[in-house]
T-cell receptor, first 115, second 114 residues
């Protein structure tokens, strides 16, 4: 069964900490994405990557960075966590080209609380 | 910029009945994809159904079907014979023809009453 795996289901971090959220996919997908999900706001795109070492900003990149050193792994980094980054974080992957029309495969999400 | 609007934050349906979730979108593109995703309490987003804009025929997947009105930019989801397991948050999403990015609506929380 193909999978997108997020390393943590729940995380609690302190304000000012550097936080790493890890995502690994086993489908050899070219594209990987990080979304943030908040009640009433839906899913908002933070960053995405089309290829190894490639990254592009999404709609809300402020306060975040990403790393993609290997095709299967896409990390989201909160350089200095703040309470307004308390949220659900969803990782997803997809094919490139015409196959992208088949949509994304999602991970199970990481619920991050910053205290 | 493209936008996706789900005007029903919450809906409720009786088991075995039919419910329709609404979604409208705004775009100037002619080539795009539309999706409905389901997010149950387990949080795993599951693709329910997809529609390619150039296809006039409405997509159907078992009890799930869509009413795609391209001119009206409307993409509603109909769930027939609702089951308790259909209770979830449903998201409508849009992908432009030249991009890999999904744009999501704000979601509709569906409750199924026994």
């Amino acid at each position: 069964d193909v999978k997108v795996t997020q390393s943590s289901r729940y995380l609690v971090k302190r304000t000012g900490e550097k936080v790493f959220l890890e995502c690994v996919q086993d489908m050899d997908h070219e594209n990987m994405f990080w979304y943030r999900q908040d009640p009433g706001l839906g899913l908002r795109l933070i960053y995405f990557s089309y290829d190894v070492k490639m990254k592009e900003k999404g709609d809300i990149p402020e306060g975040y960075s990403v790393s993609r050193e290997k095709k299967e792994r896409f990390s989201l980094i909160l350089e200095s966590a703040s309470t307004n980054q308390t949220s659900m974080y969803l990782c997803a992957s997809s094919r490139h080209g015409p196959l992208r029309g088949y949509g994304y495969t999602f991970g199970s999400g990481t619920r991050l609380t910053v205290v | 910029a493209q936008t996706v609007t789900q005007s029903q934050p919450e809906m409720s349906v009786q088991e075995a009945e039919t419910v329709t979730l609404s979604c409208t979108y705004d775009t100037s593109e002619s080539d795009y994809y539309l999706f409905w995703y389901k997010q149950p309490p387990s949080r795993q987003m599951i693709l329910v159904i997809r529609q390619e804009a150039y296809k006039q025929q409405n997509a159907t997947e078992n009890r799930f079907s869509v009413n795609f009105q391209k001119a009206a930019k409307s993409f509603s989801l109909k769930i027939s014979d609702s089951q308790l397991g259909d209770a979830a948050m449903y998201f409508c999403a849009y992908m432009g023809g030249a991009t890999n990015k999904l744009i999501f609506g704000t979601g509709t929380l569906l409750a199924v009453q026994p």
